[in-house]
């Protein structure tokens, strides 16, 4: 096992997100990390370093020492018995590690022992020190932390790299590595000011407001505080998502102006009322609707000027809560590191078992070097445009929207979402004729004419899955808003099954706390016969092995092996036969139940001798009923993101999402659905 030791070089770099962020991009690597905060500084600070660590980076990290303990063995001498508690502290948190991440003490004047202790700690655990620094000026940034290097180095420590956080735009990443000399720079951190937006929930916590509508108050961001100090059409221009208006509720005019806005579909922050003021009631009941449709509003004592010098007091940490903003911070670090810079420092090799965040990572990077273009037929859906916006800023894809692209443009603003000048909108009326003859010879068959043709190109999933079919774009993404009937049904009739393939069905990849297990199928096929749940469990196989996944395939039953009878047992028994003598090569056993699958202890009970039960990492379902119902289940009492469903054996990538998708669900299955044709391309 190795050790990291993350250690300040200053106040204020950042050091808590820097830490977790290193976490996340060795757990990319598909590392098993551990992580330790060993002291506690700030109570608030230090549990969410540790929280954040068990809730977002699913490790069992232990819980700091606090720092009364620590001052008080210090200012009795006990430094040996200290370090100890400390050492062993550490150890436990590196368990069935391949590395250990330790956060070190924050730099403090008020605790002159912190340099020191840091150093002692380190030396204790034969950690390397990473060093972080917040980057301004590039030679005084690199001077500070070779100053600061040759101060452990003095004290024993060896240096592995340094961080540099918080960079302005423009800052050389290059000439500051070059400054550092015989430091390895891991990567450079840039400043984004929209992972320091606050949700309205934290303003209102930060003020004690009362809440006088709640709305969206712990989805909506604040990046801006406008207060009303002139007219309401001076403030036409505030009116902005993640805005947060202050003013006191006798100012009809801005709490009409901030309706309108609302009702538009502007996502703004908040309206906060203050002098302990109300909205007058026929106000409130003209505009009923307006303040209905989300907005949430606030009121404090305090005047308009106190409440905004206030506001700008409040501290910029993450709360325990904001999972959302943390894993968004966490994910600006891991892509800013250099996962060479990182990896020539690791002496350890990588697990063979695919985790979570190296299944993420791997699917972003092979997205990526596909370079695909991907049509979305619900183009002026706001999640599915906030996750065609990612994928164009992160080089996932080249996605499509379809729409009109004045609606889409509205949409966006609404949502705070800056649309790039490269994403590609294409309105349907302008392309809805070329696709009318290709669509009547793919449908000869059934007597289509041009106009039918015409008709059901109306719909925009079946002319994306036109475009689909002629070669226009790679994959097709939909179900935002569409059933999975709408989207599947005109890929069965335009798309068709690939070669080799009689059924089309879908796998869920379970990203599980530490590994990643495929469900299949349990979105498409009600009830398959014994010949297509063996295809079934193939196609699963295969798309296991396309995503890094080991297949050891699990035929799942109410029974195992011959212990139970019945016709649902004998269907998964002459399916798994079918299956293995299709593919001898694959690690294949059925019946199985879903215990002796997955539990090694109850698999050497029930199913002695296989070389799937304990260990298997694809689960295929009999019905639909079971699967998705297990899917669900797992989903959603275990806490487990799942992403999919993934349609397999179509000649041409299409995918379904459920109506209730995040936009990382989506951004999730744009990238597989890319490398899904960039398979079929190199097949």
């Not at 092979?366 to 002026?380: F, H, Q, S, T, Y």
């Not at 793919?442 to 002319?463: E, F, I, W, Y």
Request: aromatic share 4%; with cysteine.
């Amino acid at each position: 096992m190795q050790t990291f030791f993350l250690a300040p070089t200053r106040q204020n770099v950042g050091l808590t997100s820097v830490a977790l962020g290193v976490v996340r991009a060795l757990q990319r690597q598909g590392l098993r990390v551990g992580f330790a905060k060993p002291v506690t500084q700030d109570e608030t600070a230090s549990e969410r370093s540790v929280h954040f660590a068990r809730e977002i980076c699913k490790i069992d990290a232990p819980a700091a020492l606090p720092t009364a303990k620590v001052v008080a063995r210090i200012s009795e001498g006990q430094i040996d018995e200290l370090l100890e508690d400390i050492v062993s502290l550490c150890m436990s948190a590196a368990k069935d590690a391949d590395v250990l991440v330790i956060e070190g003490l924050h730099t403090d004047p008020s605790f002159s022992y912190t340099t020191r202790l840091n150093a002692d700690i380190a030396r204790s655990l034969q950690a390397e020190m990473v060093l972080i620094s917040g980057a301004q000026d590039e030679e005084l940034t690199a001077a500070e932390i070779r100053l600061t290097a040759s101060q452990f180095r003095a004290a024993g420590c060896k240096i592995a790299g340094a961080v540099l956080n918080k960079a302005a735009a423009g800052f050389d990443a290059a000439k500051a590595a070059a400054a550092l000399e015989d430091i390895p720079l891991w990567g450079v951190v840039q400043n984004n000011p929209d992972l320091l937006a606050p949700r309205t929930l934290d303003v209102a916590r930060h003020l004690n407001a009362e809440v006088v509508v709640p709305g969206e108050i712990s989805k909506r961001r604040v990046l801006e505080t406008a207060v009303a100090a002139r007219s309401a059409a001076d403030m036409i221009d505030r009116l902005k998502p993640h805005t947060l208006i202050v003013c006191p509720g006798e100012r009809d005019d801005v709490m009409l102006a901030t309706a309108l806005a609302a009702s538009s579909g502007t996502q703004i922050a908040g309206l906060l009322l203050t002098h302990s003021t109300s909205i007058d009631p026929r106000i409130q009941k003209l505009a009923a609707q307006a303040f209905d449709s989300g907005l949430p509003i606030l009121r404090v004592d305090t005047d308009s000027y106190v409440t905004a010098t206030n506001i700008s007091r409040i501290s910029p940490a993450v709360a325990a809560d904001d999972s959302e903003r943390m894993e968004q911070v966490l994910d600006g670090v891991a892509e800013a590191l250099n996962a060479d810079a990182l990896m020539a420092s690791v002496k350890v090799p990588a697990s063979t078992r695919m985790s979570p965040p190296a299944f993420r990572y791997q699917l972003i990077q092979k997205a990526r070097a596909a370079n695909k273009r991907i049509v979305l037929p619900e183009g002026d859906e706001p999640r599915t445009i906030k996750a065609a916006v990612i994928c164009e800023e992160k080089g996932i894809a080249r996605c499509v929207l379809l729409g009109k692209p004045e609606t889409i443009k509205a949409v966006a603003a609404a949502q705070g979402v800056t649309l790039p000048a490269s994403l590609e909108i294409i309105d349907p009326d302008t392309i809805r004729e070329k696709y009318v003859p290709p669509m009547v010879e793919l449908r000869k068959s059934k007597g289509l004419t041009p106009g039918q043709a015409n008709d059901q190109l109306q719909d925009t999933v079946v002319l994306g899955t036109m475009m689909l079919a002629t070669d226009d774009v790679d994959g097709l993404v939909s179900g935002a808003v569409h059933t999975t009937a709408n989207t599947v049904r005109p890929a069965l009739q335009l798309i068709k099954t690939a070669p080799g393939s009689s059924i089309v069905s879908s796998v869920f990849f379970m990203l599980m706390p530490d590994q990643v297990l495929v469900y299949g199928d349990c979105a498409i096929n009600p009830d398959p016969n014994a010949q297509e749940l063996a295809e079934i469990a193939l196609q699963s196989a295969a798309s296991a092995t396309a995503f890094g996944v080991d297949p050891k395939v699990a035929m799942i039953s109410y029974s195992t092996g011959t212990s139970g009878q019945g016709a649902d047992v004998e269907k998964v028994k002459e399916a798994t036969a079918i299956a293995r003598e299709k593919a001898p090569e694959l690690a294949l056993d059925g019946p199985l139940q879903y215990d002796a699958a997955s539990v090694m202890d109850v698999a050497r009970s029930k199913a002695p001798g296989s070389k799937v039960a304990g260990q298997a990492t694809v689960f295929v379902f009999p019905d639909l009923n079971t699967g998705n119902t297990t899917y669900k289940a797992v989903q959603r009492s275990a806490n487990v993101v799942s992403v999919g469903p993934m349609l397999q054996g179509l000649r041409k990538p299409v995918n379904d999402l459920s109506r209730g998708a995040l936009v990382d669900d989506i951004v999730f299955t744009i990238a597989l659905t890319a490398i899904q044709a960039d398979a079929r391309a190199k097949a």
